[in-house]
T-cell receptor, first 113, second 110 residues
């Protein structure tokens, strides 16, 4: 079945540590997105990519980095520069020619310990 | 700053009633609009999308769009306890990413 897979489901980060969240899709979607959700809040855009080897910053890109070397993959690195990384991270994808809505992964819950 | 605004709720309705969820957006260039449902601890799932002014119906759900008023709504008929969730409204300008509201929490009591 086609879908979008995020891993791990839970992740714990120590102070000063970089961690990478994985996002893989087999939907043949061109565009991929990373959002962050804090308790009681909506989704805030971190980064998005509409084509391989290209990506754009969202509203809260500081302290995060991404790469898009393959169409299927869009990993997110939470760097030590992100001072408040505890949140629920959601990856999504969609076709670019007609947007019928995003398909979301199941999310990664990141906690700083 | 482009924004999507929703009343956070909670919106409480009895089982079988109509739930009405509302959303306004600030970017007049927005072209497509989406409603997602999110259960606690889960990822959002798409309920409906709408591009044109007017109503769009899908089962118990009706999305309404008024571009002149920059207003989007979702009606849920015959509300069920299983509809209890947070509903996220999102708007999109072509070539960019969805902007989400903070969501409205709906509680349907049996």
């Amino acid at each position: 079945d086609g879908g979008i897979t995020q891993s791990p489901k839970y992740l714990f980060r120590k102070e000063g540590q970089n961690v990478t969240l994985s996002c893989e899709q087999n939907l043949n979607h061109d565009a991929m997105y990373w959002y962050r959700q804090d308790p009681g809040q909506g989704l805030r855009l971190i980064y998005y990519s509409q084509i391989v080897n290209d990506f754009q910053k969202g509203d809260i890109a500081e302290g995060y980095s991404v790469s898009r070397e393959k169409k299927e993959s869009f990993p997110l690195t939470v760097t030590s520069a992100q001072k408040n990384p505890t949140a629920f991270y959601l990856c999504a994808s969609t076709r670019t020619e007609i947007n019928y809505g995003y398909t979301f992964g199941s999310g990664t819950r990141l906690t700083v310990v | 700053q482009k924004e999507v605004e929703q009343n956070s709720g909670p919106l409480s309705v009895p089982e079988g009633a109509i739930a009405s969820l509302n959303c306004t957006y600030s970017d007049r260039g927005s072209q497509s609009f989406f409603w997602y449902r999110q259960y606690s601890g889960k990822s959002p799932e798409l309920i409906m999308f709408i591009y044109s002014n007017g109503d769009k119906e899908d089962g118990r759900f009706t999305a309404q769009l008024n571009k002149a008023s920059q207003y989007v709504s979702l009606l849920i008929r015959d509300s069920q306890p299983s509809d209890s969730a947070t509903y996220l409204c999102a708007a999109n300008r072509a070539g960019t990413a969805l902007i989400f509201g903070k969501g409205t929490t709906l509680s349907v009591s049996s």
